[in-house]
């Protein structure tokens, strides 16, 4: 079992960054892949970034690949996600995510993901 905890969200002018956390205990951090979803007012949870284990392998929705990254730091149990160049659009409910012990390839689906934070809001304005 893991939990997670996201912060970091908030309220930013189209254009802006933010950088969202998401803090995991339970288990040993650095044996999950983690993820990025988002979900926005009346729309499906959607993908948007992968790491694995080490952190020398991510993957991107078109969407957000240039503007936003991915990165863990293993030894504070945190996973990150820089988000830069925002933009209305953008505007979700942003959830970090672990796959299941023993499951070490990327996953862009919502269903290959077994653990879920409780989300927090990131809102754009244009």
């Known amino acids: 079992q893991v939990q997670l905890v996201e912060s970091g969200g908030g309220l930013v002018q189209a254009g802006g960054s933010l950088r969202l956390s998401c803090a995991a205990s339970g288990r040993t951090f650095s044996t999950y892949v983690m993820g990025w979803f988002r979900q926005a007012p009346g729309k499906e949870r959607e993908f948007v970034a992968a790491?694995?284990?080490?952190?020398?392998?991510?993957d991107y929705s078109d969407s957000v690949k240039g503007r936003f990254t991915i990165s863990r730091d293993n030894a504070k149990n945190t996973v990150y996600l820089q988000m830069n160049s925002l933009k209305a659009e953008d505007t979700a409910v942003y959830y970090c995510?672990?796959?299941?012990?023993?499951?070490?390839?990327?996953?862009?689906?919502?269903?290959?993901?077994?653990?879920w934070g409780q989300g927090t809001q990131v809102t754009v304005s244009s």
């Open positions: 995510a672990a796959r299941p012990f023993g499951r070490y390839l990327l996953s862009a689906d919502v269903y290959a993901y077994d653990y």
């Open positions: 790491i694995n284990r080490s952190g020398g392998n991510t």
